[in-house]
Every structure is written in C-alpha cells, then in structure tokens.
C-alpha cells in the first residue's frame, strides 16, 4: 500500500461536486499523478506510432502479419493463465454506462460480467466520470441501494447472483482535462483506470472476485505492452500481487486483427481473453483503408456478422484465445425491446441467429448491452456448452486466415442506398445531440447506439463522399431536412452545435480520426466551466 509522501498529487480544475471528495481524495490523486508521471510520455509515442503506421499504410505498405513477432506465434508453449476468481464462466456479458439506475440492473441482469463502459457508453462529463466511479465504488460496497422519486426501486440481489465487475475505461486518445499533472492534462485513460484501481481493487479482492478491465481501441502489441506495465507498476504501488489484475482487449481495429497472439502474449499474466467489436472495427477500416475504393462499404445494415472479412476476423480470434487458454467473446447485441411483439420477435430471432452462429463457432461466451436479451443469449450458450463454463477445448485447427482474408471487403461492397444516407446522418446527429447532452448510451431506432456507432455513420459518409458515390449537394439537403427533424424531436438540442459537429467530422476532406475529442473540448469542458 502507499505509504510515501504524497508528492505526485494531481491538480483538479473542475470545482466541487456531491461527494467528490469521496473519489478525489488526496491519496487517489497522488495515485493517478505516479501513473501519469511514469506512462504520459509512452502514450504520447502510442499516439505518434498511431500517426506514422496510417501514414504508411496509406502510401501503400500492405498490412500483413508482423515478421518480427513470427517467433511468438510460432511457439506454441506459452499459455495465458488459467481464468481468474469471477470469470472462468463468461457465457452472456452485458455492457452498459457507470450511472447508478445501469449498475444495479446490469449487477441483478442474470448476466455473468458487467463491463462498466467509460469509453463509448459514457459521455465523459465531469459529472458522469465521477458519478460513474462512485456508482462502482457504491456498489462494491453494497449501498447504491435507492428508490426513484416516482418510487421505482433499485436494489442489488445476493451477492452470489450478481455480474463480475469490468471495467471498461477510456481509449488513449482522449485526456481528461478536468485533471492535471506536470501542466497536462492527465490522459483520461489513466485517469478512470486509476481512480478505480485505487479504490476498489482491494475491495473486489476482498468480495472473491478482482480487479478486471476491458481494453478499447487498442491498435497493436505495443499499446498492449503500455497497459501491461501500467498494471504492473499499479499493482506494486498498492501491494497487490502481479497478476491479479485482469483484462479482455476488445478486438475493434483492424490492425490490432493482424497482431491478436501478440497481445495476448504482451498482456500474458493479466490476460482473460479478445472480444469482437463490429461498430468500431468498421469505423477502423474506413480510418485505415478509407481512401480506397475496394474498401468502399455498403448501407451499416448491410454489414452483418456473416461478412466473409468479419467472419475471417471472428474465427482466428477464437482460434487465437483458445491455443493460448484465453477466452473468446464475441460481439454485442444492441436491440432494444419494444412494444410492437412482432417486431421484438423479428429482431429477437436476428439476436438468436447471431449468437447461434457465434456458439457454434466456438466462442465462450456474447455481449449483449440491454437486460431483456441475457435470456436469449443465455439460452443459446447453455445449449452449446451443456454444463461447461467454456469451451476453450475447442482450439479451432480447422481455421486457417490470410492477411487476405481479414481486407476482403470488396465481397460485400456496393454504393448506398438514399435510406442508408439518411440513416447515417440522423443517427450521427441524434447521437450528437444526446452525447453533448451527457448520454452516452442512447435508444435510435429500436437500438442501443453508443460512441462507436456515430462514428461509424459520420465516417462512412465522409467514405461515400469522397468516392463520389453520395454528391454533396445531396448530403446538405439531408442534414438540413434532419437537423430541422431534430430540432423537433428533441426540443433541447443545440440543433446548431449538432450540425457544426457534424459538419466538422463527416464533410471535412480529410476524416478527424474521433469525433470526441473535438466535442469534448468545445462543448463538454465548457459546460463544466459554466457550472451546467
């Protein structure tokens, strides 16, 4: 446990908050400072080898399994080790933002893990980060308990009955600017991590289970490297063993597709496995291959899990886990119940099909991000697994993928539909909206949609300008016919601000790589100032 003089304390610039001096205490925040002193620079140089690989890629570098790691890939002896306390059956995970009402259900779902998701599921608000720590600090010890003023109440069941705790912070391109260190801002992701590290490691510990993380948007082996010592050195200044930590890196870009045996082999002693991430592995590609026409995708609709180059990523990722002992998991299931029975059968069948596949292929366990579908996907791995936790048996020989293989989008390729033009651009813009408003997980057309998926639609239109499939004339007149939709529907949106963050990160000639990063310094930081 730390017991030195607090002589890295960060420096809070946003003023006090109800119970923020729960989370924001002296010794957290010296914490976080050592994270920060020691790991600010390496994310620096994270973010430049980011800048230099895209460059590279493209001028027209292919992008291939890495010769100078075929060692690692070859070996066959080294293993990830055995699950830890809290995960060893992963078979339904639910995924949802840090807000009190979310904890308790996604805690009480029948689902096995919770991901606590600061990253796309979380507009990172000050107040949303810090409520969000305390809702997991709360709930760790057993007192979110609490009744909503029109009496709905909210109440953890038996410990033994709730989900595993994983915590889910924010990507490596986002700082969190209400923290500061050395006169920068701290990197948000060593902001989130470490306040909860900080204060609930040795509670979950104490509670059976541990520590356990969800990785965003990693690119490479080397951010996998990053995390790792970051939890190293964590772990030591706490006095918690090595290894007790736990993290699934959740496979969402596309070279990170090309380097999975390489992550799971720099994060060995704290590995618990990949998972897929179709939304952001998508916005990945247009990043990444954007500038091609052979990478040129369809309507989002179109897009499903049985495309021949997702279906490539998802079988050698469980190919991967599981000639290394690490578990599988696979994709999110986003519908969101209705009250129409017919089209909640339609699309509970899509879920079940989905989630079949994906059992049968070998997977341990899906994600789902709304309570009513844990029974669904529940029901199809209990079928599969027939009273097994896992089936990291199932070592998959029989896959066998090639760099082409993984690129082998053109299969699927066609130009837009005027549907899926308009669709893009009204959930881009409603996403918008609600995020700048503080929701980060927000109900658009029947789905759950999050950070990820407004990136997606704001990029594949800026793809679909670029290739001149869409004219920009077109474009215009369905942002002001759905910014005028807007404007109507949601009565609070700042329909202009909207539109300018729209205009800003999809009709720009060259595609920002995030949308957050803009909206949180113009608009959220604001906001906190202004006292909103």
């Not at 790991?39 to 690989?53: A, C, G, I, Q, S």
Request: proline share 7%; hydrophobic share 40%; net charge negative.
């Amino acid at each position: 446990m730390l017991t030195s003089a607090l002589t890295h304390r960060v420096r809070v610039l946003a003023a006090p908050g109800h119970r923020h001096d729960e989370i924001l205490t002296p010794a957290a925040l010296d914490f976080v400072g050592r994270l920060a002193d020691a790991f600010t620079d390496r994310r620096r140089d994270v973010l430049k080898e980011r800048r230099r690989l895209a460059l590279r890629l493209a001028s027209g570098s292919p992008l291939d399994f890495p010769l100078v790691t075929s060692a690692v890939r070859a070996d066959p002896s080294w293993r990830v080790p055995p699950p830890a306390p809290g995960l060893t059956d992963r078979r339904v995970e639910i995924t949802g933002p840090p807000e009190r009402r979310t904890t308790v259900d996604a805690l009480n779902s029948g689902a096995q893990v919770w991901t606590a998701d600061f990253a796309d599921a979380t507009s990172p608000t000050w107040e949303n980060i810090v409520g969000g720590q305390l809702s997991l600090l709360d709930a760790v010890e057993r007192r979110i308990d609490f009744v909503t003023p029109e009496g709905r109440e909210y109440r953890l069941g038996e410990p033994a009955r709730l989900a595993t705790v994983m915590v889910r912070p924010r990507g490596w391109h986002l700082d969190e600017e209400h923290l500061e260190y050395g006169g920068r801002p701290v990197p948000a992701a060593l902001a989130d991590f470490g306040l909860y590290f900080f204060h609930c490691a040795q509670r979950q510990i104490d509670a059976g289970r541990g520590p356990y993380f969800c990785l965003p948007k990693l690119e490479n082996r080397h951010e996998a490297r990053l995390w790792n010592d970051i939890f190293v050195l964590a772990q030591d200044l706490l006095g918690i063993p090595r290894g007790t930590i736990r993290a699934t890196v959740v496979v969402e870009t596309v070279t990170a597709a090309f380097e999975m045996e390489e992550i799971l082999h720099e994060l060995r002693e704290h590995s618990a496995g990949l998972g897929t991430g179709r939304r952001d592995y998508l916005f990945s590609l247009i990043k990444t291959f954007g500038h091609r026409t052979d990478f040129l995708l369809p309507d989002r609709a179109k897009v499903t899990t049985t495309a021949p180059f997702l279906r490539a990523c998802t079988e050698l990722l469980v190919r991967t886990c599981h000639r290394r002992g690490a578990h599988a998991i696979g994709g999110l299931a986003a519908h969101v119940p209705g009250e129409d029975p017919a089209a909640n059968e339609a699309a509970l069948a899509k879920v079940r099909l989905d989630k079949e596949r994906e059992a049968e292929d070998g997977f341990d366990g899906s994600r789902v991000a709304h309570p009513g579908l844990v029974p669904v996907c529940r029901e199809v791995f209990d079928g599969v697994l027939a009273g097994r936790p896992h089936q990291l048996d199932r070592t998959r020989d029989d896959v066998h993928v090639t760099p082409a293989d993984l690129l082998s989008v053109r299969r699927i390729s066609s130009p837009p539909t005027p549907e899926g033009v308009r669709t893009g651009i009204a959930v881009a813009l409603r996403y918008f909206a609600a995020w700048l408003r503080g929701e980060g997980a927000v109900a658009l057309y029947g789905l759950t949609e999050d950070a990820a998926a407004a990136e997606f639609a704001r990029a594949q239109i800026w793809q679909w300008l670029r290739h001149r499939v869409i004219d920009r004339e077109t474009v215009l007149r369905l942002l002001d016919e759905e910014a005028a939709a807007l404007g109507t529907e949601y009565p609070w949106a700042p329909v202009e601000e909207v539109r300018a963050l729209f205009e800003r990160t999809a009709l720009a000639g060259e595609l920002p790589l995030f949308f957050t990063p803009d909206a949180y310094a113009r608009h959220l930081v604001r906001r906190t100032e202004a006292g909103a």
